[in-house]
């Protein structure tokens, strides 16, 4: 759940997870849309589809692997989980690297050279990691850098008159925030057209692909592309869904997020049902009262409960109610 995720922003997921699923058995043995559901908001879907293969494959191992090439093995593994598991599990003398670590062997080592991306940095400072590791407590070594990082050495404002290590940090006294010294990523920007179609209390929304390496089978209000609507269709006559603020010929929503170096902007427009072709088996008519039970992407299930808010009463505006 860590991956490219807060801590702050897991917790919460964290603690309903494990109340459902406290064991690799519980998570085997569930439904993939019930795990998908529980994961809801967090992103990255792959993650927990991995999680739930990875936990049927261990219930047919025994006894469960020890060293880190083997939990390479399976999908979603990747060298810092790997570590992290074999090292504070089953004391494996293998260190840890991750974007918390990062900073702390740079700014130790004052290390000057100038980093592309997270795949260049594991390189050059998994060697030093290992190379520094306490062999006879790995896992205590490992979680004590994790600590330090998230608290501590943090990327911003890091704390250095907190340190334990201040007295062997080359970086302390030579603005240690300049490092790791990092090449800015070229950042893409998308424009994204979606469309609010609703009829007889239901609203249109498109299944990805599952095969899409991120969303497969969750939901999104549809593209315009996708309901057959060019974008020079629309008129100020379509918009009659009355959200305040929002003038004739605009979208009823404009709304932003970020996925990597990607910084899409979807704009909502109103498309009558008229008009709209639905025959794609990939368009589903969904509930308002039933889209709490399905499982949205979260930016678009928090962005469709702002729109309908807006058009609720204070007393309908914690669910997802036919409006």
Not at 66 to 83: I, N
Not at 179 to 187: D, E, N, V
Not at 277 to 293: A, D, R, S, V, Y
Request: hydrophobic share 35%; net charge positive.
């Amino acid at each position: 759940m860590l991956q490219q995720t807060q801590v702050k922003t897991v917790l919460p997921y964290w603690t309903r997870w494990m109340k459902r699923f406290p064991d690799f058995r519980a998570l085997a043995k569930a439904d993939e849309t019930v795990v998908l559901k529980h994961w809801e908001g967090l992103g990255y879907y792959s993650r927990a589809r991995n999680l739930h293969q990875l936990a049927k494959k261990i219930l047919d191992l025994d006894p469960i692997p020890r060293d880190t090439a083997s939990w390479l093995q399976f999908k979603g593994v990747g060298p810092y989980t790997a570590a992290a598991i074999t090292s504070i599990a089953f004391d494996t003398p293998v260190a840890c690297v991750d974007g918390n670590i990062i900073p702390i062997l740079s700014r130790l080592s004052g290390d000057e050279t100038p980093i592309k991306n997270n795949s260049q940095a594991l390189k050059r400072y998994t060697p030093l990691a290992q190379a520094w590791l306490d062999p006879k407590r790995p896992g205590l070594h490992n979680e004590a850098l994790m600590e330090l990082g998230a608290t501590v050495c943090t990327k911003r404002n890091p704390r250095c008159d907190l340190c334990p290590l201040g007295t062997v940090c080359r970086a302390r006294n030579h603005n240690p925030e300049r490092l790791p010294r990092k090449i800015p990523p070229k950042i893409t920007k998308v424009l994204c057209h979606r469309a609010w179609v609703e009829r007889d209390g239901c609203l249109l929304l498109s299944r990805a692909d599952a095969r899409s390496r991120r969303l497969a089978d969750i939901l999104e209000l549809p593209t315009l592309q996708a309901i057959g609507i060019p974008l020079e269709r629309l008129s100020a006559h379509n918009l009659s869904v009355p959200v305040p603020g929002a003038q004739a010929g605009d979208p009823i929503a404009t709304r932003k997020r970020g996925i990597g170096n990607t910084r899409i902007t979807e704009r909502i427009w109103h498309v009558p049902p008229g008009n709209v072709e639905t025959n794609g088996k990939q368009l589903h008519w969904i509930p308002f009262h039933q889209l709490e039970c399905e499982t949205l992407s979260g930016p678009h299930k928090r962005w469709i409960k702002e729109i309908l808010q807006t058009r609720l009463s204070a007393p309908m505006r914690e669910s997802f109610p036919n409006p």
